[in-house]
């Protein structure tokens, strides 16, 4: 199987959406989840996109996956997410690894499966989340993970530039899409993920090194984390209704 463009979690929400528009604008897509049957949806779309189904958190299974791919995508959208809260600062471990196991480890399986084939075309995009950007209530394992991928992005980016191959780091806000619609709490300047996909597509093409949205979220987000963390925190406290 062959395509121009790789995005995990394409079954649903930003992805699927970034799916249907790059196949949209021509590009032939290797669009991966879980769903077989979502997925088979989304194919139906356009004649553009194929589909791989196997689970991220399975580093065999992701292996057996992008072994079918000949050549390798040159753009990599990794993408694939999860999100779950904790509740009153209670730490349960296992959440922490559910959460961690798609969001990093997942993230780690689909690079592992594929390194040894990036060269200087390749640029490699993760989706992480404005979340990491200051200490939100409720999302420990959510943040830490994105923050966890954040650190990776740029590492990476350091470390494999010598091959050739860039990476962007995309942070966004809110988006409204099934991940989101089970939060209960209210999400300031939510975008659609019409916008998001425009928004992530248009950095890729710039090849920047980052790419964050909506700009006015994400800036004050931004602002807030070069605060003293005692300000931060009060901020934030204040922000999300959690004011001691
Ligand atoms: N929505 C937001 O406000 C927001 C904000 C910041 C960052 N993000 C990030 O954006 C990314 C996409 O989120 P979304 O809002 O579009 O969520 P979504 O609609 O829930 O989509 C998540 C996608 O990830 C896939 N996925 C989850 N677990 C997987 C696994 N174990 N193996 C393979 N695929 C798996 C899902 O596939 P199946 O459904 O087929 O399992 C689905 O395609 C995530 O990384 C998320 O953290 C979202």
């Known amino acids: 199987m062959s395509g121009d463009v790789l995005i995990t979690g394409a079954s649903s929400g930003i992805g699927k959406q ?34 791989l189904a196997f689970d991220v958190t399975d580093l065999a299974a992701t292996q057996c996956a992008f072994d079918a791919l000949s050549p390798l995508p040159k753009l990599i959208i990794l993408n694939a997410g999860t999100c779950e809260y904790i509740e009153h600062g209670q730490i349960d471990s296992a959440l922490f690894k559910r ?13 592992e499966a594929m390194q040894d084939r990036f060269d200087d075309q390749t640029h490699l995009t993760f989706v992480g989340s404005t979340a990491s950007y200051v200490p939100l209530p409720r999302a420990e394992a959510y943040g830490a ?42 999400m ?33 987000l931004k602002t807030i984390s070069l605060l003293p963390l005692s300000i931060q925190q009060s901020v934030i406290r204040k922000m999300t209704g959690k004011a001691a």
């Not at 669009?31 to 194919?43: F, M, N, T, W």
């Not at 990776?152 to 191959?165: E, N």
């Open 18 to 51: 970034l799916a249907l528009d790059y196949a949209n604008a021509g590009s032939t897509v290797i669009a991966c989840g879980q769903s077989e049957e979502r997925l088979a949806a989304l194919s139906q779309q356009n004649d553009n996109i194929r589909t």
């Open 99 to 111: 959460v961690f196991d798609v969001n990093l480890f997942g993230l780690l399986h689909c690079l």
């Open 145 to 186: 993970s994105k923050a966890a991928l954040s650190y990776l992005a740029q590492t990476l980016s350091i470390d494999l530039a010598p091959r050739g191959v860039t990476v962007t780091l995309v942070s966004p806000g809110f988006v409204k899409t099934p991940l989101t619609d089970k939060n209960d709490f209210p």
């Open 188 to 220: 300031p300047m939510i975008v659609t993920p019409e916008v998001a996909s425009e928004a992530i597509r248009t950095g890729i093409a710039r090849k920047e090194k980052e790419v964050h949205f909506p700009k006015k979220f994400s800036l004050i």
